[in-house]
């Protein structure tokens, strides 16, 4: 999107700084232009921090990186991006759609910010969960996880782009060889029923899914939406009205229409 030119002379004003994820302005705007600034920001990526000793718009990656980019007169909004991340209510709701059994192998294929890693470690139930992640900027905060054992592992890549049944060679962990016991997820919204298409073949007999995509699944007409409600009728449901269509304005999306599919895969 364009910025427009009295929001980006504030931007390359060598008074806003940045740290860590920080991005400050301080000089002093008049209340509309500050207004035009701020929705620049915040559809970025940003949200205002007040605390004491922030006093900023806080983004989930090096703020400076934010802000060359916003110099350059565009930026690509997350939802632009595909990249719509669940609050922790929208999570919760979507893991009590699954059975979580002690020693499964979860896949989480588009890791986003980890919100659903988050909430299944939350349950303490002792799974091994793999990720995968396309954004360099959030795989790199997402290796976090790894390193404090919350996840087994995390690949950086398009998860469209990778091949089952073979995830020792894509992971490269020891005895990797099998499919999933259950794939968990909040798909790109740009591409959600092609993510789940692909998510199934990733799945072992008997496993299970959870995702949660926008109600447009159950009217588009399209061929990837056909192919994914045939699926649906024959291996799992549609679950409507399980998430308030206000649920995701913590991610800065104010109404969106959702729905939740469950899949489980046949033992034969």
Known sequence: MKIPPEVLEVLVNDQVSTDGPLLRLPMRLDRALYEKVNRVLMAAGG???GSKGARGHRFDRPAAQVLAQLRTGEYTTAKEQ?????????AAELLSCVTLIPGARVLEPSAGDGAL?????ATGVDVEIDMVENNVERAQ??????????????YQADFLGLVPPDPQSLFDLPGCTELYDLVVMNPPFDAQARHVLHAWKWLKPGGQLAAIVSAGLTFREDRIHGDLR???EECGT??????????????RVAHVTTVIVTLRKSQA
């Open 82 to 90: 595909g990249f719509v991340p669940a609050p922790p209510t929208v």
């Open 230 to 232: 045939a699926l649906i």
């Open 117 to 121: 890693v988050r909430v299944i470690a």
């Open 238 to 251: 549609i679950l409507r009205g399980r998430v308030p269509d206000t649920a995701f304005a913590p991610s």
């Open 47 to 49: 949200r205002w921090d």
């Open 141 to 154: 905060e997402l290796r976090a996880l790894v390193t404090d054992g919350t996840a087994r592992s995390l």
